[in-house]
């Protein structure tokens, strides 16, 4: 993992003094709303419907045992005792005082970490595949490209006042797990024909109202042109984006408008000036900050573990959780596990304090006290030897951690919507609960297989419903909540953005609707190994739309 | 015109709390001045207004309530859950901290 | 409102023109972009300092070719979000090496004066409540991560030549320290990243 030096310790240290003075002067009334407000959200700090909410940013999802312990315990010093984690790999806090967050966000110091850039029209915390470092098939460590591109980003003071928020996401493979096609800049590691690394480059992909997929800029970027390539494309958004609609100011409307071949020529031409500056990573750089991320002191191991097979075939709780959330370790005999923070009837994302604190003690006793946060809202241990899953099981099972239903149709992705959120305009998270006690038998979550649901409780779609395999959007109606239903959205390398099938359902349909969904899909499908988005891209919507209005 | 009352967010804890008809603000909604004229509206707001200019509260905003015997009730699925606090933590919202 | 540079308030010397009668003032004369282009031929004769103002829409590129002849470019903030004026400074001073004044006008918060220096603003015009905070503003942060346009080392080339952050005593590695460049512009190029 990476750790502060003194550079980022004083950095850090800094900006944790800076806020607590921005926050005394908004406490004696020498700001105003209007001013305080930019300042406080480039700290994170959000105003929601009930109370303020902090963003916490954990860069590139990466969290150390001790980092998520002091997690744990700020929810249960500052806050009431929980904390929600998001597709964004950050962790929020629902109920702090304005007077404590100084003080959270020194706590937060004391282990590395920050709310740095959690919000505001800057440049967000880089996110990465959850699986950097331990996938089999990774061409590279994105976490290594994260950390340089968070150092660079961090109070960059031409890019603090941009259109609009800017995000950034990279993958270490050409399987994509860190949606690189739905972000304002998406970086998909890959090799040159020398075997040297480098990105393919995407800018212009983005949700909310006007879903619009990147595109490639440029195939190939060498690895030590990272920061002067995002220099230029920043630095072209930051002029050219649109200031006069809030709607149109993100780079996916410029990217559009401008079109695909000249936006690539301005940010070409603007790169041509500084490609060879100061940005350019110099030898050594990049192998300074790999150091960081060198593997675990892993053990020899053989691949095959006879115990395991021994405790799954006792065991058919623990078997089934091997089959869902237990994944491949490009080291023999080690595993990669989700740890589901998605309980049947459960409020997605959400740890309570004493499961964080259970999660880093079992990462400390089984993983190289290392953790994950993923895209999905979970959590995940990288480094599980195969002989420790049943013990590591069992831990969870007590913590009630155990939940087997990594990527199937309960591991729901919800934002917090009404219940918490001033943007939005329905709940979310109750239509998760229906949907996810719809389908907790875990026989027919099997038989189901792999499919994503994403719920957002308004456009701003911050749960990625565009890109759900079935998507669901929550609107107002004449002060009622409706429920919009997409099909066929993708999040991985065939990313896709999905199609509304029609009127929208109300609160007491919804769970109905994804579940005639569901059993189309089961009818219609060339047997168990066809997952649902197969089966949509065979036969499209018009089955399904069928079978969902058939009774109007 | 509907019966209206006003809200705004503490600047302390960010809490929702209504104006009440002495010019204070409570974390009830069962307190809170009604208008029912707009004369009685703006005077509410002209109050709300000088509390957010002075720091107290942040965005004060007029919502139209229905009432029962006097007492305020709210309107709509938002301000229903700005009354009670989140509807998937009711023992953690506002009606938790209350009891 | 004051006007700050380099750290020092100062009386304004310039004259802020609206109108195209005001061209024929005497004294430093600070010219809307519409006004310079509509009268340039007669406005390059002019004895006295000329300084150019650009609104937020308005790119530097637009003066590029008549830059030695402006002693000031000011640049507009219609509102403090509006950061179009952080990337022209920056290609003022990096990219067209102007060496005069940039001002930063209109709405400007004191949290951002930090960051307009290091995009390559000199001067403020900032009202009192503003120019009051300078001091804590511009002294929050000992050391940068990036690169900009301004003379200080960043964080990485600090890593790399052993240059301690002005808050910090710490020597991350043994190399010798590199002396720093007298001009900005050639600092810039030897703090490889």
Known sequence: MYRYDEFD???????????????????????????????????????????????????????????????????RRYDRGYGHFTTRQNIQFNWPTLKDVPDILADLAAVEMHAIQTSGNCIRNTTADATAGVAADEVADSRIYCEIIRQWSTLHP?????????????????????????????????????GNPGFEVLVGGGQGRTPILAVTIRE??????????????????????????????????????????EFARLVEEEWAHIRDGELRLPDGEIERIQAYFAPPAYQALDDACPELAVQRAGNRAFDAWVGSN???????????????????????????????????????????????VTYKQNL????????????????????????ANAHRVTDIIACPGLDYC???????????????????????????GNVTVNISGCINACAHHHVANIGILGVDKKGKEFYQVTLGG???????????????????????????????????????????????RRIGLKPFKEKLYAAH | MPNTAITANRLADGFVIYLTADGGWSESLADAAVATSDDELEGLQAVAERAARAGTVIAPYAFDVETDAGRPLPRGRREILRTLGPSVRTDLGYQAARS | MPLIKNGARLQDPWFAVATEEELDRSGPMLVPLALWQEHRDRLVDRVGPIGIRLASHESPAAIAGDLERFDLVALEFPKFTDGRA?????????????????????????????????????????????AAGWQAATGAFSAWYQPAADADAPIPARRRYAVPARASVAVIRSEPVQPPAPEPAACAANWAY
């Open chain 1, 422 to 448: 001033n943007l939005a305009n329905a709940r979310a998270i109750p239509v998760a609960q229906a949907i996810s006690e719809r389908f907790a038998d875990p026989e027919r979550e099997r038989a189901i």
């Open chain 1, 220 to 261: 190939f970027l060498p690895e030590r042109h990272l920061l002067s390539y995002l220099e230029a494309i920043l630095r072209v958004y930051n002029q050219l984006g649109r200031r006069d609609n809030i709607y149109k100011a993100r780079i996916k409307i410029l990217v559009r408008e401008t079109g695909r071949d």
């Open chain 1, 326 to 372: 237990v994944e491949a370790h490009k080291r023999p005999g080690y595993a990669v596990v989700t740890i589901s923070l998605k309980p049947h009837g459960g409020i997605p994302g959400d740890a309570s304090a004493e499961q964080m604190e259970a999660v880093a003690d079992l990462a400390d006793r089984y993983g190289f006290g290392e953790i994950r």
């Open chain 1, 490 to 536: 993708a999040a991985d390398e065939n990313a896709a953005i999905g199609d509304i099938v029609g009127p929208a359902f109300d609160e007491d349909r919804i769970a109905d609707a994804v579940e005639t969904v569901v059993d189309v899909y089961l009818a219609e499908r060339r047997g168990a190994d066809e997952p649902f988005i197969d089966t949509y």
């Open chain 1, 380 to 403: 995940l241990l990288p480094d599980i030897r195969k002989g420790d899953l049943f013990a590591l099981w069992q831990g969870l099972v007590a913590a009630g951690l155990a939940t």
């Open chain 3, 86 to 130: 952080f990337s022209y400074a920056r290609l003022l001073r990096e990219r067209h090496g102007f060496t005069g004044e940039i001002r930063a006008v209109g709405h400007v918060l004191r949290d951002q004066i930090a960051f307009l220096l290091r995009c390559g603003f000199d001067a403020f015009d900032l009202d009192e409540r503003a």
């Open chain 1, 158 to 194: 031409e890019f603090s006042f941009l259109p609009r928020k800017f995000k950034i996401a990279v993958t270490g493979s050409g399987r994509d797990r860190a949606v690189t096609a739905a972000h304002d800049i998406g970086l998909r590691l890959k090799l040159d024909a020398d």
């Open chain 1, 9 to 75: 310790h004083t950095f850090v240290t800094q900006r944790v003094a800076q806020f607590r003075e921005q926050v005394a002067r908004r406490i004696a009334g020498e700001l105003t709303e209007d001013e305080f407000k930019p300042l406080r959200l480039m700290n994170g700090l959000y105003l929601q419907l009930h109370a303020y909410m902090l963003r916490v940013a954990i860069p590139y999802g990466t969290l150390s045992s001790r980092q998520l312990r002091q997690l744990g315990y700020i929810a």
